[in-house]
C-alpha cells in the first residue's frame, strides 16, 4: 500500500443536477511529496447508506473496503484523483489533487463514509487524518431540504491577541456539538474564510511595506524575491489554516460552499485607487490571492478547469463566469446552487470586478439573473442570496466623507503623530477602505438600489422569496426590505431579510461602536422609497446574552454564526444567529428569524407597477388578500416580535395562481438596470 503525508483533506459540494438526482461535489488533498508515495494514483473510497438519525461522530469508523460498482444498495464508489498543482516552493513541494464525488439522492437521508486508500504517513496533519480512521459527510434525500451553516471572518486580525477568544476553534466546536445533533450538509462560507494579511510581515516585504511615501511605494517592481514570497506565504498559510484544529475537522465532515472577501486577498482589495490597484507589488498580491483561493476553496484552478459555463463545459455544474476581472486575470465567478427542492442559494463573487466605483458590472449581472431563470425550476420557494459585505446595514456616510475629505484633519494629523492610523498601501485613513467596501458608500449606492429593484422583480416574476446572508463587520444583525405600504410578510414580494453573521473567529469591535452601530440602525431609510421600498433593522436582540432586557436590540457585538434550515410544515427558513455568550467560551446563544415562504397574488399585467407607490392595490386582490394598513415611516414590522418568534408568518390557506410560480417574464420596465 502507498503511503501518504496528507497536510489538507476537506470536501466542496458543488450542486445536485435536479434531472439526475445525483450529488456532485469534490474531495481536495494536499501532500507532500518527499514523504509520499505515488507510484499508485491517490485513491478515494466511498460507501452510502441510509442515515438512521443516530449519532453523526465518525471516529473509530472502519475504512471502507475493496472496489464496487455504484449503487443504491451497500453502495461503494473508487475515485482517482486528478492532479491540478505542485508547489515547488519552500518548505519542501506539495501536490494538491482533486476527486470528484457523485452521490445519487435517494427517499432518504444518505450518511457517506470515505477513506483514503493507503496509509497515512506519522506527519501527516489533518485531525480527520489522525483522529479518525474514516469521515463521513451527509447528503439529504430528494425531498429534504438543506440544513446548513453561515458563517464568515475566519481568522484574527493581525492586531488581535488569540489568547484572549481562545484561539480560533470555539464556535466551530460549537458547529460540530451541533452537527452531532443534526447533520448540516453545506457549511457557506461567506468571505475571509483565512486572513491573509500577515503577508506584509514577511522578510521580502519588509522594504515594500517599510517605505514612508506611498508614490515610492506603489513604484516600486515586482521581483522574483518577493513574487516567491507572496506564493510561499499563501500556499503555507492555507495549509496550516485548512489542515488544523476544529475549522478542518468541520470541512471533512461538512462539505464547503465558498464566496470571497477582501482579506482573502489582502485587506481592501478592490477598494483603493488606480494607481494603487495597478502597481506592481500589490496587484500581485491580489492576483496570487485569487489563483489559492480557487485552489483551495474551489478545489478550481484555470489552466485545468477553464472559463466556459456552458453545461457540461466545467467542473463546477454552479458556476456562472462573468466579465473579466478589473485589475486581474481571473473572471468574476459566482455560483448558483441546489440547496433542495423548496431552496437555492446564490453567491455573488463581489470581488474580481470590485473598483472604487464598481462591485460587479451590468454583463455580469445579466449572466447570472439569465441562469436563475434558466435553471431554478418552478415550485422553488426560497433563493438566498451570498454578498460578502451586507446589503442593509447603518450608514455611516458622515464618516465616510470626513475621512475621504482632502482636508481631513484626521490624516493631516496622523501624518505627524500616528503611524498606525492610515493604511500601509496609500496613506489613506485606515478605516476608509472599510467604509468603501460596504453597498451604502456613495460610489455604490446607485449600484446596490439598482440590484434591489431587479432581485424584487425576480422576486415577483418566479414567485420567489429572496433572503440575503452577508458577514465582514464582526458582527450579527438582520436588516429588511419591504413593501412602501405595510403586508404580512408572506404577502409581499418585496419583503426580504438580510441577515449578518460574522465574525466565527475574528473579534467584534469595540462596545462604543456597537452602540453607535445600534443608533444608527433605528433609521428607516428612503433611498428606495420612490421605488415603492421601505428598509430598516430588525430588533432581533430584544434580550442580551444573559436574558436581560437591552437597548441595543439591532446590531450584536459579538463571535457568532447562522444555522439555516427550512421548516417543512410552515414553508419557513429559519435563519438561527447563534451568538457567543462570553469571551472564548464558546457557548451560544441561538436568536432565530425566519423568512416565510411566498404566497402573493398579483396578476401578471400588474408587474410593471411593482417599483411604484400603488403596487399595492394589485397585491393578493381577492378573498385571499391580506394587506395591511400603511405602515407609518420609522415603524418596526408588525411581524417583528423578537429573539425568540423571529419574522414569522401568520397568514394560511393563500394559494400561488397559475402563471406566476416559476414563469420567467420580461423585467418591469419601471426598474433601474444593474
Known sequence: MSQLNVRVLGLKYDTVDVKTQVWHGFALLVTRDDTSDYSVTPTLRLRWQPYDGQSTEVTGEQKAQGEGAVGHDNAQQTVQALKLHQYQGEPAAHTIWRFKIEVPLSQSEQKVTYSLEGTAHPDSQPPCITEATSNSFFVPAKNQDFHWIGHSCNGFSASCDTKEWNGPNPLWDDVLKEHKKLPFHAVVGGGDQIYNDKLAFEPEMKQWTEEKNPKKRMAMPLTDEISACIDRYLFNHYVEWYGSGSFSKTIASVPQCNMLDDHDLIDGFGTYTEDLMRSPIFNAIGSKGFFWYYLFQQAMKLEVDGTDDTPGKHSNRSIIVGNKGAYIDFPHQSFLTYFGPKQWLLMVDCRAERKLDQICTKQSYDKIFKRIHSDV????????????????????????????????????????????????????????????????????????????????????????????????????????????HHHEPRMDPKFSLAVITSAIVNAPPPPAVINMLNKLAKKTHRSLWKHGTKEGAVPVFELDLNDQKQNDRYIMGARNWCAVKRDAGTGDLEFELRIEKSKGSGQTKSYPVKAPPPAWQVGKEH???????????????????VIGEAEKPGAKPATVTGPTEGVNSTADGVSVPNGVNGAPAAAPTTAAAA
Request: proline residues 4%.
Open 607 to 625: 408587474w410593471g407597477m411593482l417599483h411604484s407607490k400603488g403596487f399595492n392595490k394589485h397585491v393578493n386582490a381577492g378573498p385571499a388578500s
Open 377 to 484: 425550476p418552478g415550485g422553488v420557494e426560497h433563493l438566498v442570496i451570498l454578498l460578502g459585505v451586507p446589503l442593509a446595514y447603518p450608514r455611516m456616510v458622515f464618516l465616510e466623507s470626513t475621512l475621504s475629505s482632502k482636508l481631513n484633519p484626521l490624516i493631516m494629523l496622523a501624518k505627524g503623530i500616528s503611524s498606525g492610523f492610515t493604511n500601509d498601501f496609500n496613506g489613506d485613513v485606515e478605516l476608509l477602505d472599510d467604509l468603501n467596501d460596504h453597498w451604502c458608500a456613495r460610489h455604490h449606492k446607485k449600484e446596490r438600489n439598482a440590484l434591489i429593484c431587479r432581485v424584487q422583480e425576480l422576486a415577483l416574476e418566479k414567485h420567489l422569496r429572496i433572503s440575503w446572508i452577508s458577514g465582514d463587520v464582526h458582527a450579527a444583525g438582520v436588516g429588511y426590505f419591504s413593501g412602501y
